[in-house]
């Protein structure tokens, strides 16, 4: 977790050192991201967190709720990028892509995204239940069941 972030949840949302260090912990035990642990414990809700972190990256915030994606675009991002990174594409602009994640600050996992989509993307954040959500809404699977990997699209 950058530590921008961390001094941000600090000194703007007024998040307690100690609290800030054990979810740290929780989330290096279980997996999760300190985000999803400040969230599951009821510290402040999920818009408000949101958009702090997108403050303190200086990364666009997104509600995926009400957005409403055409086919042509989802379309330009395989199921395999989707499922191993997390994203949903938003739109094209001019040569690039914009995708919803978690986590735009992860800059080798945009680079990858890059390469594997032959193009320019720039990421914006989104909630990770969300971005669940709109999975299934567009593409009518769970971000779970494709990462099975014993499952195939044809």
Not at 71 to 96: C, M, N
Request: hydrophobic share 45%; net charge negative.
């Amino acid at each position: 977790m950058n530590a921008k972030f961390i001094e941000s949840c600090r000194k703007d949302l007024h998040i307690d050192e100690s609290i800030l260090e054990s979810a740290q912990k929780e989330a290096e035990q279980d997996g999760s991201t300190l985000i999803q642990v400040l969230l599951r414990q009821n510290w402040w809700d999920a818009k408000d967190l949101m958009n702090k972190w997108s403050k303190a990256y200086q990364i666009y915030f997104i509600s995926l709720g009400m957005v409403d994606i055409p086919q042509k675009i989802l379309d330009l991002v395989p199921y395999e990028v989707v499922r191993d990174f997390r994203v949903i594409p938003l739109e094209q602009s001019g040569d690039a892509i914009i995708l919803a994640c978690a986590h735009p600050e992860d800059r080798e996992a945009q680079e990858k995204i890059e390469l594997a989509l032959k193009r320019k993307v720039n990421l914006v954040l989104a909630d990770a239940n969300e971005i669940e959500k709109a999975f299934r809404r567009f593409y009518k699977l769970t971000l779970r069941v494709i990462s099975n990997p014993s499952f195939r699209i044809e």
